[in-house]
């Protein structure tokens, strides 16, 4: 959304039509709603392309009589096929959020901070049939915190990454631009995550326990199993103390309530049971008729 308001806003670039996906359905009711995108492309009467695949002819067709010089994408989430890539002279520019070639893939923020980078950033670079192996054009670094969420570092690459779109379509434009190969080494895979890469193992280190919850917050969002039912994971914050807990083994202290890993406790903030809100851990145990001993 930042890329697309940036672009939107200069006085160098025309903006002919927005291309996202189809309206989906939301809420209890299933009711279709368009995406943010879209929602902005109508708010400034831009066409809307919202093809159910990029493939389509009539997209392709359309496409084809637009004309775009160049076509910015931004977390579009499907592979761009050949006709397509084709139609603009100056082709497609994805702005990407990691230092490629790390990273290539659906969850890059996700994936550096569930490895334990220091360090992410976000990159230009052409499209290419390859899944993000197209030449750079430029790129910008972003420190990840210890206390970061995927949700954050997400947040300030869109802010800062729109600035580093806007200059590459700038720097196309005025022709002064090129793009450079990528690195044939450093290369890692970000697939998209899904719900089942979002349980948390506590017989894993308590440091690949919090990078996991952190990195899956705050989606598809981080939880576990209590008998049952199922438990969803707000932030945890590591012990530096050593504790006799085994992996998944629960105690409760006046500070609130401890899990064991296998290596040193967590302590658990907030969670959210089914069918209720997030709440403090130590609220959602004492309201149990029976609390727990172990986490799965």
């Given at each position: 959304?930042?890329?697309?308001?940036?672009?939107?806003?200069?006085?160098?670039?025309?903006?002919?039509?927005?291309?996202?996906?189809?309206?989906?359905?939301?809420?209890?009711?299933?009711?279709?709603?368009?995406?943010?995108?879209?929602?902005?492309?109508?708010?400034?009467?831009?066409?809307?392309?919202?093809?159910?695949?990029?493939?389509?002819?009539?997209?392709?067709?359309?496409?084809?009589?637009?004309?775009?010089?160049?076509?910015?994408?931004?977390?579009?989430?499907?592979?761009?096929?050949?006709?397509?890539?084709?139609?603009?002279?100056?082709?497609?520019?994805?702005?990407?959020?990691?230092?490629?070639?790390?990273?290539?893939?659906?969850?890059?923020?996700?994936?550096?901070?569930?490895?334990?980078?220091?360090?992410?950033?976000?990159?230009?670079?052409?499209?290419?049939?390859?899944?993000?192996?197209?030449?750079?054009?430029?790129?910008?670094?972003?420190?990840?915190?210890?206390?970061?969420?995927?949700?954050?570092?997400?947040?300030?690459?869109?802010?800062?990454?729109?600035?580093?779109?806007?200059?590459?379509?700038?720097?196309?434009?005025?022709?002064?631009?090129?793009?450079?190969?990528?690195?044939?080494?450093?290369?890692?895979?970000?697939?998209?995550?899904?719900?089942?890469?979002?349980?948390?193992?506590?017989?894993?280190?308590?440091?690949?326990?919090?990078?996991?919850?952190?990195g899956c917050t705050p989606a598809p969002g981080a939880w576990t199993t209590v008998g049952d039912e199922r438990l969803r994971l707000g932030l945890v914050v590591p012990l530096s103390t050593v504790d006799v807990l085994?992996?998944?083994?629960?105690?409760?202290?006046?500070?609130?309530?401890?899990?064991?890993?296998?290596?040193?406790?967590?302590?658990?903030?907030?969670?959210?049971?089914?069918?209720?809100?997030?709440?403090?851990?130590?609220?959602?145990?004492?309201?149990?008729?029976?609390?727990?001993?172990?986490?799965?």
């Open positions: 959304m930042p890329s697309l308001r940036a672009v939107l806003g200069s006085d160098r670039h025309e903006v002919l039509a927005v291309l996202t996906r189809p309206d989906a359905p939301t809420g209890r009711g299933r009711r279709l709603w368009p995406s943010a995108v879209a929602e902005v492309g109508a708010e400034h009467g831009l066409e809307l392309l919202r093809p159910a695949r990029v493939s389509d002819p009539e997209f392709l067709a359309r496409l084809a009589v637009l004309a775009p010089d160049c076509c910015p994408v931004v977390a579009y989430g499907g592979l761009i096929p050949a006709p397509a890539l084709a139609v603009p002279r100056h082709g497609w520019v994805n702005l990407h959020f990691s230092l490629l070639p790390a990273w290539r893939g659906a969850a890059p923020v996700q994936h550096a901070v569930i490895a334990g980078d220091d360090v992410t950033g976000a990159t230009t670079f052409r499209l290419e049939q390859g899944l993000d192996t197209g030449p750079v054009y430029g790129v910008l670094t972003e420190p990840i915190g210890p206390r970061d969420t995927a949700g954050d570092v997400l947040a300030r690459l869109a802010a800062s990454g729109a600035d580093l779109l806007l200059a590459t379509l700038d720097g196309i434009e005025a022709g002064r631009l090129d793009a450079r190969p990528q690195p044939a080494e450093g290369v890692s895979h970000a697939p998209k995550l899904t719900v089942a890469d979002a349980r948390i193992d506590w017989s894993a280190p308590s440091v690949a326990v919090d990078r996991r919850i952190r085994g992996p998944g083994e629960l105690r409760i202290d006046r500070d609130g309530v401890v899990v064991g890993t296998a290596t040193r406790s967590v302590r658990l903030g907030d969670v959210q049971p089914p069918g209720k809100r997030f709440m403090p851990a130590v609220a959602w145990i004492r309201g149990l008729r029976t609390p727990p001993a172990v986490l799965q």
